[in-house]
């Protein structure tokens, strides 16, 4: 059964250059997932959300994330095996999110 994580992450920059930001560090970031495979990595905006996919140890996370003027909101579904560690993914994601936007 799939966990689903949520994380908020605000910053200062305005909706464009959040966006600007996490165009290039989604993709980055997709390759540096342990067991993942960088070239399974998908994104596709629709405005300022974007809807993505990636393979990590065989498995396809899937997620949304909404770009706001103030912060921006990751919505992360974490099926079998990772989603026992969700709270550990969850911290990561934050941690890396605050470094882009910041």
Same mark, same amino acid.
């Given at each position: 059964? #799939?966990? %689903? !994580?949520?994380?908020?992450? *605000?910053?200062?920059?305005? &909706?464009?250059? &959040? +966006?600007?930001?996490? =165009? /290039?560090?989604?993709?980055?970031? &997709?390759?540096?997932? *342990?067991?993942? @495979? &960088? ?8 405005? $300022?959300?974007?809807?993505?996919? #990636? !393979? #990590?140890? /065989?498995?396809?996370? %899937? /997620?949304? !994330?909404?770009?706001? $003027? $103030?912060?921006?909101?990751? $919505?992360?579904?974490? *099926? ?5 560690? #969700?709270? +550990?993914? +969850? @911290? =990561? ?10």
């Amino acid at each position: 059964m #799939a966990k %689903t !994580v949520s994380i908020n992450i *605000p910053h200062q920059l305005g &909706a464009a250059e &959040a +966006k600007r930001r996490l =165009e /290039g560090g989604l993709a980055q970031l &997709a390759g540096q997932i *342990p067991g993942g @495979d &960088a070239s399974r990595f998908s994104q596709s905006w629709a405005g $300022d959300v974007l809807n993505f996919s #990636a !393979v #990590a140890m /065989g498995q396809t996370i %899937t /997620g949304v !994330v909404q770009v706001l $003027d $103030d912060h921006a909101r990751l $919505d992360l579904s974490l *099926p079998g095996l990772l989603g026992m560690a #969700a709270g +550990k993914i +969850k @911290d =990561e994601l934050h941690r890396r999110g605050q470094l882009l936007l910041k």
